[in-house]
């Protein structure tokens, strides 16, 4: 891999998540957690399958073999993570799920420490502390005492449990090493459809979406279930999981430029914070670079 390919797929994975969040709005007012979480991977397994097949050329036999610990990941980043979210957006304000996911890099860092045994250099600390500032600049638009003040709910409880999955399938998507990152999300993902199909087959799905949904659905399934999880794999493989999940902090920044995009305004507290997830990014970068360049190398 080359020494920029990798936080380029950080970036770009990241970006991708964001729109979800964007086109999300569209799709959850007309479908359940399970019905969108469903069909979004449904349209994505149909792209994965054949993708893999070109790309990787993979031996299928020894991908199904790993069914468990590919179950296990379904479990946690294709069902759980989407299904948590998308519920506890039903209970609490975006800017509160936001606030807890913003805890995720965090989380990763620590249990990639525990768990792993990976070690943090003193610059990637710095950089995610900085990051995780910025981004409480962002969601808070300057106003950092809010941090403390909110009231947190049932639905920043399930915000909670969703980024505790998103954790835990980073950190073992990083033991994945001998199966091919695109054929592992496709079996993946396919497994997952298996354990939600029961559910959604009895949640009253009805076929009859609007245009701005359909679009939604199609946007979610090919950029953030395909492009998003294909890239982050192979991040994860390539730099480590505690400096992978610095880079969930873009995810804020790169929410509130879709928004700028779309016409909403942009505060000066937005503007420094996302300044500062940058910075923070940065730092964590110049590590991630040295150690890719050393496997190259190698």
């Known amino acids: 891999m080359k020494k920029y390919q990798a936080v380029s797929f950080l970036v770009l994975a990241n970006l991708f998540w964001a729109g979800n969040y964007v086109f999300g709005k569209y799709v959850v007012s007309e479908m359940t957690p399970i019905q969108m979480t469903f069909v979004r991977w449904l349209i ?20 199904w073999k790993r069914w468990k610990i590919l179950l296990i990941m379904s479990l946690l980043g294709i069902v759980g993570y989407n299904v948590l979210l998308y519920e506890a957006l039903r209970f609490t304000t975006s800017l509160n799920a936001a606030l807890v996911n913003s805890m995720n890099p965090a989380m990763i860092v620590i249990f990639a420490v525990w768990f792993l045994k990976e070690k943090i250099a003193l610059a990637n600390s710095l950089g995610l502390a900085i990051s995780l500032v910025g981004v409480l600049l962002v969601l808070t638009r300057g106003a950092l005492l809010q941090v403390f003040s909110i009231h947190y709910n049932h639905g920043d409880l399930l915000m909670l449990l969703a980024i505790t999955a998103w954790t835990f399938y980073t950190l073992i998507g990083k033991k994945l090493g001998d199966i091919p990152p695109i054929a592992a999300t496709a079996v ?27 679009m939604g659905i199609l946007y979610i399934a090919l ?25 969930l902090n873009l995810l804020a920044v790169f929410t509130a430029l879709i928004s700028l995009a779309l016409g909403n305004p942009i505060t000066l507290p937005q503007i420094l914070g996302g300044a500062l997830v940058i910075a923070g990014v940065y730092l964590t970068k110049q590590r991630t670079v040295a150690k890719i360049e050393t496997q190259v190398s190698g």
């Open 188 to 214: 993946s993902a396919t497994l997952g459809l298996l354990v939600l199909l029961p559910f959604f087959i009895t949640s009253g799905f009805s076929y009859r979406l609007s245009g701005m949904a359909t």
């Open 44 to 63: 994505a397994v149909l792209i994965l399958f054949p993708l893999a097949h070109v790309i990787e050329k993979p031996k299928w036999a020894q991908v």
């Open 223 to 247: 950029f953030p279930s395909v492009f998003s999880f294909v890239f982050w794999n192979y991040a994860v493989r390539a730099v480590g999981a505690s400096q992978s999940g610095v880079y």
